[in-house]
């Protein structure tokens, strides 16, 4: 018998006899069913995200890129709109791409699946325009681009759309910690920069 048998054990003996337990209750507060965009931009700026608004997707990648001194190279999803994607890019798909492959991109290009507006939280769940996790978590710079629809008020809101069955990833901002002093040091669990691009287009 296993350590984990004998706790298991302990409890359902000290649990035998005891009245069923309450129901637990679901009806988790809600936004008012409207997203504010406005507020959306608010948070993920605050985040240290950059967010761009308009729908030449491609205009605001290339813009991005721009001050690199080579052709840039972005890991790409295969489920990728390859409109989002100027000439001045070199598109890397990831078609099973090892990890240093990955990490040496000039960045990488994703959709998203939902966005919360009260939170500035952006979540992934490897569609195919958003690929394997591994791919947003390596490269220095994420851009992500999101439509008006995919963006709700609160989180509840949120988990609704999403299938918990699914590698969710939960991005608010870039990847920062800090320390026992509050040093702040960015880059450390995922991507240093990242840029969101809110489209006006919803799909």
């Not at 959709?111 to 769940?125: S, Y």
């Not at 008020?153 to 870039?174: N, Q």
């Not at 990847?175 to 809110?198: C, F, K, W």
Request: charged share 25%; glycine share 6%; hydrophobic share 45%.
């Amino acid at each position: 018998m296993s350590s984990r048998d004998v706790i298991l054990g302990r409890i359902r003996s000290a649990l035998d006899g005891s009245p069923p337990a309450a129901p637990v209750v679901r009806e988790y507060r809600r936004g008012a069913g409207i997203a504010d965009l406005d507020l959306l931009v608010e948070r993920l700026t605050d985040y240290k995200a950059v967010v761009h608004r308009g729908s030449d997707i491609a205009a605001f990648v290339a813009t991005i890129l721009a001050d690199l001194d080579h052709r840039p190279r972005v890991v790409v999803p295969p489920g990728i709109d390859r409109a989002w994607l100027p000439e001045t890019v070199e598109a890397v798909p990831d078609d099973g791409l090892d990890q240093a492959t990955i990490a040496a991109a000039d960045g990488v290009l994703t959709a998203a699946t939902v966005v919360v507006a009260e939170t500035g939280t952006i979540v992934l769940d490897a569609s195919p325009d958003q690929g394997r996790r591994v791919i947003s978590l390596l490269p220095d710079l994420h851009i992500c681009v999101i439509r008006p629809d995919q963006v709700v008020a609160s989180v509840p809101e949120a988990l609704a759309r999403l299938d918990p069955r699914r590698p969710l990833t939960w991005i608010s901002g870039p990847s920062a910690t800090s320390d026992i002093e509050l040093n702040r040091v960015e880059g450390v669990h995922g991507p240093r920069r990242l840029h969101v691009i809110v489209t006006e287009a919803s799909s």
